[in-house]
């Protein structure tokens, strides 16, 4: 009895309301809570305002954060007001009585519960349904600003006739709000209709009518709203084919503009039908019409939007596509060119004649003189172990490359920013004081001569020479490493700003006469300390700015270490591409960050990009896949919802002072439309291009992004006939890097390019059309950014493509591809295949194994010698006995050109020798016998023979290749490809019997047959 009543009392205890401390204490954790939530919201929000007032870009932050607070509460109000205004409207039409029916005695608990708090609950709901619309709303900022500060693109798309502008501008923010009032209708709609339910407006379970006349009125105009917006998007929807991928190209096709058209202007008469019905049941209060003509809409939609488009692809498209389609792709390629600004590209041919190996002076020509062999992918180690002085500087994994007049020459020079890795300092000085308020910056600049030519530029034998031998520095750390300082002058060397900074320091001293506490590299091995003086920072020296600081980075010391004093100053956001995207988060920025020196200060430049996926009619695709490299990490920092692109304008170059972090924007193509729309979005934030300071603009270089995008466009739409184009014939590719195992692009390489004095322009290049306002080559060496193509899936050399980079010049940008495809040279994979098994090259390269050290080939470069193209390849090797200092030294240079192999130390060795062993005679293409087909064209793309392609073995090997293919193709059913390949194999084999002094007197003739070299220029 005693256990019965004491469980009893158990009960009651337990069922006792919680005491008044245990409230106190819930209701106390909750607001320190929210407390807590809401001091670490303020703080993040007060310290943005004060960096951007402090890097002068206040206006940015402001104009950006009143741009989402209007839009947030003005479609949160929107939907809120909406969505509860019929709740209320459902509820005072409600039914005052109520019919005795089971489904209406279930729902008198659900009445009864809910009336006492139904203001609330109506409240809560707008409230959470105004917090998810503002949200979408706030999120529409870009497309926002861009409706508002849109001009015109002065120029119109081919279907519709419109200014592009309305497609990149308007087009967005009306589907936006099409998207908005359709999400609100049904919104809206679903809680009429629950609230009608709980009081009876609509009886699911009665005979009769099921609908109060209230809620068939209120329900019927909402869906008239919906049904009449969805009358407008289909509208919308027509224009959106402009720019909308389909399987064959972007843009509109036949089957668009014969089947999809039309059906969406069928479906949106339909819908305005059907949304009239709705609204004439206001009052006729019928469900048969609407409803009828609703299903009539779905049904529409079925037939007319996926199942007649189907037919029409099917049966009038496919059996006839290159014919159907041959318009749309005609204005896809005009509109691709345009879009990407390729369509001014000149496309020449290399001499039928030209310069022989004999005129080529290789210790003298500024083609040979200037060919960079420092391969700044692969000596950032060289850089370190040599000039980093200290073992916490380092510099990045793939150096720069620039150029400087020094000494009366423009040189090109390989560069590395030495900054600060504090991941590289001893564990047990890894603490707060010393990463944030000692170990605070980087120091100055390491640079070499990428030509491996010394300061006079006279040619260095590296032959038994130790790596700081070999490497020519310009700027280093030990006595008369300084003519880059020489050149430009003194200038401040301190990086506090970089793209490996720390992520926050704590600068500034409490006074005069207190001592300085930042470590700073002097002289040339020598550590001091020093106070930051620059502008950089935000003063953090009140209590309330260190408090939010303090909760900003997690980190206590901001209030309690006596680093932190009155005069302190917080330095954050160090990279320059995190502070450029910050103070203009509406550009794409180039992956490729590089430092110059630019009137006595180190400066970061960045390449900006303005870039939409809405350009009507052109090939949209991924920007990561069109930029993607061995050279490249990663891409830029991204501004599109997608990463597919498919219009692009190199429209701002960006500096960041490494010392100060102050961050410059000068528009570059200041007639881009989007630019236009940016400045006016964002006032007096982009200076103009007149303001570039000479210094500056000396330095200013072709983006290395912008190349790879339009490098990969035209390797597809350098056909500019709609037949060829879709046959995919004459397509081109980007070769794999031959130092990439195959499943990377060969990146873009800087150098000085002088191009072939007797170029063709050649004026047909498949097309009907011949180039007009023809910018002719220059015959001096021009700063370029130069790459190569391949035929798509085979490895011979289809062009060579150059664009001039220098901004000084007045051809800057001018893209200039030079056509060899139907000379068959050797691509970048086979010169380099044949480099290294060329005989000689493989005695000299078995010194590496005897000595234990494994060669690496670095970058192989393609380059204009005379008129042809020649091949140069780096090789390194690793330092044996020093595993702590071990890094790579250039020992060979591989030279291949005019079907010569050649190897020595330095380049004009290396060149003379491929010289003394070339076979072919002037204008006759590299890599293949005179008059002969190449080697190229064998089935595996490269000779599979260790001999030399020209001796009888390779000749013969090559031979075989040739009726192995054959074999292939007749196995096929492609004769044609069978009689080349039987052709090509005839003219190794007499070759071969020529070598042998058994055959006639020359071989037979390529332009007799029609094998490849009988493609017409520019094919691919």
């Not at 488009?309 to 204005?331: L, M, N, R, W």
């Not at 990009?609 to 830029?636: A, N, V, W």
């Not at 170029?759 to 023809?774: A, E, F, I, K």
Request: some cysteine; overall charge negative; aromatic content about 10%.
């Amino acid at each position: 009895m005693s256990e019965l009543f004491d469980e009893e009392q158990r009960d009651e205890s337990a069922a006792r309301p919680p005491s008044r401390r245990s409230r106190a204490l819930i209701i106390t954790a909750v607001i320190l809570v929210i407390a807590f939530f809401a001091l670490t919201t303020f703080a993040n929000f007060y310290t943005n305002v004060l960096w951007f007032r402090d890097i002068g870009y206040g206006s940015v932050y402001s104009r950006l954060l009143w741009t989402k607070i209007i839009l947030f509460f003005i479609f949160g109000l929107l939907m809120a007001v909406v969505v509860v205004a019929n709740m209320v409207v459902a509820f005072r039409m409600r039914p005052l009585f109520h019919p005795q029916s089971p489904e209406q005695t279930g729902l008198d608990r659900y009445r009864q519960a809910v009336t006492p708090i139904r203001t609330w609950l109506v409240v809560g709901l707008g409230v959470l349904l105004g917090i998810f619309a503002g949200t979408s709303g706030a999120g529409e900022w870009r497309t926002y600003m861009l409706w508002r500060n849109g001009v015109s693109f002065g120029k119109e798309d081919s279907s519709f006739h419109k200014d592009i502008g309305f497609f990149v501008f308007d087009l967005p923010w009306y589907h936006y709000l099409i998207d908005f009032v359709m999400a609100v209708s049904v919104v809206a709609l679903l809680a009429a209709a629950v609230v009608h339910y709980l009081y009876g407006g609509i009886r699911l379970q009665t005979p009769g009518d099921r609908l109060s006349g209230a809620a068939q009125a209120q329900l019927s105009v909402l869906l008239g709203v919906f049904v009449l917006a969805k009358a407008v998007d289909y509208w919308l929807d027509r224009y959106d084919l402009a720019y909308q991928s389909g399987s064959l190209l972007t843009g509109i096709t036949y089957t668009d503009a014969n089947a999809v058209l039309p059906a969406k202007v069928i479906l949106m008469g339909i819908a305005l039908i059907c949304a009239a019905l709705f609204f004439a049941n206001v009052w006729r209060r019928t469900w048969l019409l609407p409803s009828v003509s609703l299903a009539l809409l779905v049904l529409s939609a079925i037939l007319l939007g996926l199942i007649w488009p189907g037919i029409v692809q099917q049966f009038q498209v496919k059996p006839s596509e290159a014919d159907k389609e041959s318009t749309y792709i005609a204005k896809n390629i005009a509109a691709t060119r345009t879009a990407y600004d390729i369509d001014k590209v000149e496309e020449y041919t290399l001499p039928a004649s030209g310069t022989t190996a004999s005129q080529i002076d290789a210790n003298n020509d500024p083609s040979v003189t200037s060919v960079p062999l420092v391969d700044p992918q692969l000596v950032h180690q060289t850089f370190e172990q040599n000039q980093q002085v200290r073992g916490y500087y380092s510099v990045a994994n793939v150096l720069d490359v620039d150029h400087y007049d020094i000494n009366g020459v423009d040189r090109a020079l390989v560069l590395g920013a030495r900054e600060l890795d504090q991941s590289a300092l001893d564990p047990d000085v890894q603490n707060w004081l010393n990463l944030h308020t000692v170990y605070t910056h980087g120091n100055d600049l390491i640079a070499a001569y990428a030509n491996q030519r010394n300061g006079e530029n006279k040619e260095v034998d590296t032959a038994g020479l130790t790596a700081t031998d070999t490497t020519p520095w310009a700027e280093g750390n030990q006595p008369g490493q300084d003519e880059l300082k020489q050149a430009v002058g003194d200038y401040q060397t301190q990086i506090y700003f970089g793209e490996d900074s720390p992520s926050y320091s704590v600068v500034g001293k409490a006074g005069k006469s207190a001592p300085d506490v930042e470590l700073d590299l002097q002289g040339e091995n020598s550590d001091t300390k020093t106070t930051y003086a620059g502008e950089g920072g935000v003063p953090v020296g009140s209590t309330f700015r260190q408090l939010l600081y303090a909760i900003k980075f997690g980190s206590t010391n901001f209030l309690l270490s006596g680093r932190v004093n009155s005069n302190s100053e917080v330095i954050y956001n160090r990279d320059p591409k995190e502070r450029v995207q910050k103070v203009a988060p509406w550009l794409t920025l180039d992956d490729d960050v590089y430092p110059t020196i630019v009137n006595g200060r180190i400066l970061w430049v960045l390449d900006g990009y303005t870039t939409t996926d809405r350009y009507p009619g052109s090939e949209r695709e991924s920007f990561k896949t069109m930029t993607e490299d061995t050279l490249q990490d990663q891409t830029g920092l991204r501004t599109l919802p997608t990463d597919e692109i498919n219009y692009i304008r190199n429209s701002v170059k960006a500096t960041v002072d490494a010392y100060d972090g102050t961050v410059t924007l000068y528009a570059w193509d200041d007639q881009d439309p989007i630019l236009k729309a940016w400045s006016s979005a964002f006032p007096g934030t982009v200076k103009p291009k007149s303001d570039i300071p000479q210094d500056l603009l000396n330095h200013l270089r072709y983006p290395e992004d912008m190349f790879k995008v339009q490098r990969y466009q035209f390797a597809r739409y350098h056909v500019t006939n709609p037949n060829t184009w879709f046959q995919n014939d004459q397509r081109w590719s980007v070769p794999d890097d031959p130092n990439g195992n195959g499943k990377t692009l060969q990146p873009p390489y800087r150098m000085f390019v002088t191009q072939p004095p007797g170029l063709v322009l050649d004026d047909d290049n498949g097309s009907d059309t011949p180039y007009q306002n023809s910018v002719p080559p220059p015959t001096t060496p021009v700063w370029s950014i130069t790459s190569s193509f391949v035929p798509v899936k085979r490895s011979n050399l289809a062009a060579y493509v150059s664009v001039d980079s220098d901004a000084n010049s007045k051809t800057y940008g001018q893209m200039r591809v030079i056509n060899v495809i139907d000379q068959q040279q050797q691509g970048p994979g086979q010169a380099a295949n044949v480099m290294r098994s060329d005989p000689g090259v493989a005695d000299k390269l078995n010194d590496f194994n005897q000595s234990g050290s494994t060669p690496t080939f670095g970058n192989v470069l393609t380059i204009p010698i005379g008129d042809d193209l020649m091949y140069v390849e780096p090789v390194y090797a690793s330092r044996t006995g020093q595993s702590t200092a071990n890094y790579l030294i250039l020992k060979y240079v591989l030279v291949y050109y005019q079907g010569g192999v050649g190897i020595d130390s330095n380049l004009a060795d290396a060149l003379t020798d491929a010289m003394g062993d070339a076979t072919t005679s002037p204008g006759t293409p590299s890599g293949s016998p005179s008059g002969s087909p190449s080697p190229s064209t064998s089935p595996s793309g490269t000779p599979s023979s260790s001999s030399s392609p020209d001796s009888v073995a390779g000749l013969l090997q090559q031979a075989q290749d040739e009726f192995v293919a054959a074999d292939k193709a007749l196995k096929a059913g492609d004769l044609s490809a069978y009689q080349t390949h039987i052709t090509n194999a005839q003219n190794f084999v007499t070759q071969a019997l020529n070598l042998q002094g058994l055959g006639s007197s020359s071989p037979a003739s390529p332009s007799a047959t029609s094998g490849p070299s009988a493609t017409p220029s520019g094919g691919g």
